[in-house]
């Protein structure tokens, strides 16, 4: 089993910044793709960003290309998600994800969900 927890989450004015942060724990998580989706209030869950366990592959949603920044630390079990000149449009309870079954997979894939940390972007 993989626990999954999500930080870094906040208020931010529109054009700032946060670095969200998905902490594994449970196991190691080098061998699994990770992703980013997140759900804003009324909306479907959708797809941000992901990352091969190498991290040598690295998807991005188009909506967010340019401004995220997806990267993973193995040796610190712990995936991350950076976020620039944010937009109202980003407000959303941002998840982090595992899959198993390699990055183009991930987004109907998934084997492991976080709580999600809320991201609030006033505009």
């Known amino acids: 089993q993989v626990q999954l927890v999500e930080s870094g989450g906040g208020l931010v004015e529109a054009g700032g910044s946060l670095r969200l942060s998905c902490a594994a724990s449970g196991r190691t998580i080098s061998r699994n793709a990770m992703g980013w989706f997140r759900q804003a209030p009324g909306k479907d869950r959708e797809f941000v960003a992901a990352i091969s366990g190498t991290g040598g592959t690295t998807m991005t949603a188009d909506s967010v290309k340019g401004r995220f920044t997806i990267s993973r630390d193995n040796a610190k079990n712990t995936v991350y998600l950076q976020m620039i000149n944010l937009k109202s449009e980003d407000t959303a309870v941002y998840y982090c994800?595992?899959?198993?079954?390699?990055?183009?997979?991930?987004?109907?894939?998934?084997?492991?969900w976080g709580q999600g940390t809320q991201v609030t972007v006033s505009s």
């Open positions: 994800a595992a899959t198993s079954l390699g990055i183009a997979n991930i987004r109907r894939n998934v084997n492991y």
